[in-house]
């Protein structure tokens, strides 16, 4: 039976502000629970959101054993909410839990904790186009362990921040350098979790780009420096003129999106098969200059679908479809944020609806 979960709520309430920048902005409260290795998880508690007093030899400050989870809460039409495909945010943080050494939650108390947060939270979920407010999940190893043993406390917390459409000026593309140095993770690494270490482990490259003017960093797999992983922290997608699609296979080192999983169930709905393949980076260069690739986009929860314009690799810039978002990738958005928000009708049963 899952436990009750406390609620306090806040005194002063905040407002949601008209302008949202991603990230700036966090809501009154947040769920916590705390975990300690006699007594399990326990103190579930929906609470006045405030900052957290850890020993400072707490294992996340030195040793990065922290997991997190990124989903969405969304404004129906009819003034509802829906949730995308919460079951497989809490699946993923346990799976990410398992590999940091860090213990499961309650998969039942997890998703109960979310529908109370953001149903007490209602009014901070924008109703703005394409708007939203981003949950994240996050747990912490809090124990004082220099010593790097097994952590034995943790905490386990849920904040939420409104956020706007990620295309203000409408669906446009981003140019993207492919990283010929750095590599995002390793085979038998962390790269399938979501922990904390590999966005640090991604910062460098990520910087390098920015300031050669390309938004996002394409990366490619650790052994070889040859086949295509990610790009940024979302997953990639590869539209052929036939209209198939490639995704590169789950390796080991790449996140297993929710968003990648979504598309490969709703592309073949849509006529366009979406297989999962090893993708060279020189033969996909040479499929974009041949026009034999005509679109590419990143996919996951924070922009859904981001088409890409431009890929540089080795001081060669590679336009493609004239550097504008396509037809197939503008149609994949459509209708997976339509299913989000309720206004295309859901197939699959992945929303959940609050009323
Ligand atoms: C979260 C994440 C994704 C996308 O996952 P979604 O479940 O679709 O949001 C892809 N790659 C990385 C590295 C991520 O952290």
Redesign the pocket.
């Known amino acids: 039976m899952t436990v009750p979960i406390a609620i306090d709520v806040a005194p002063e309430r905040g407002q949601l502000p008209e302008t949202l920048v991603f990230g700036a902005t966090y809501t009154d409260h947040m769920f916590s629970q705390r975990y300690r290795q006699e007594a399990g998880w326990h103190d579930a508690r929906i609470g006045p959101l405030q900052p957290l007093a850890l020993h400072p030899a707490a294992a996340v400050l030195h040793y990065s054993q922290e997991i997190f989870e990124?989903?969405k809460a969304y404004r129906r039409a009819d003034g509802g909410i829906n949730l995308f495909r919460p079951d497989?945010?809490v699946a993923?943080f346990n799976r990410s839990a398992r590999r940091m050494v860090m213990p499961e939650v309650d998969a039942a108390l997890h998703l109960a904790a979310l529908k109370q947060f953001v149903d007490l939270e209602r009014h901070w979920v924008p109703a703005a186009p394409g708007a939203s407010l981003y949950l994240r999940p996050t747990m912490i190893a809090t124990a004082p362990r220099l010593d790097l043993s097994a952590a034995t406390e943790f905490l386990h917390f849920i904040i939420a921040s409104p956020v706007g459409g990620y295309f203000g000026a409408g669906f446009q593309s981003v140019d993207v350098l492919v990283s010929d140095q750095c590599r995002?993770a390793v085979v038998g690494g962390v790269?399938e979790a979501?922990t904390g270490g590999?966005?640090a482990a991604s910062l460098y490259a990520s910087d390098a780009a920015a300031r050669q003017g390309y938004q996002q960093v394409l990366w490619l797999d650790a052994r070889e420096g040859r086949f295509i992983e990610?790009v940024?922290?979302?997953?990639i997608c590869f539209v052929y003129a036939d209209g198939s699609i490639r995704t590169p296979a789950l390796t080991g080192s790449?996140?297993?999106?929710?968003?990648?999983?979504?598309l490969m169930q709703l592309a073949p709905r849509l006529g366009h098969s979406l297989e999962e393949a090893q993708l060279d980076i020189d033969e996909v260069l040479a499929g974009i200059d041949a026009g034999e690739i005509t679109e590419v986009f990143g996919?996951?929860?924070?922009a859904v679908i981001s088409p890409i314009g431009r890929l540089a690799f080795r001081g060669s810039e590679h336009v493609i479809g004239g550097g504008q978002p396509g037809p197939v990738a503008r149609r994949l958005y459509e209708t997976l944020s339509g299913i989000q928000y309720g206004s295309v009708e859901d197939p699959f049963g992945w929303v959940v609806r609050l009323d």
């Open positions: 990124g989903l497989q945010n993923r995002r790269g979501k590999n966005y990610e940024g922290s979302m997953n790449i996140l297993p999106g929710i968003t990648r999983d979504s996919c996951g929860t924070s």
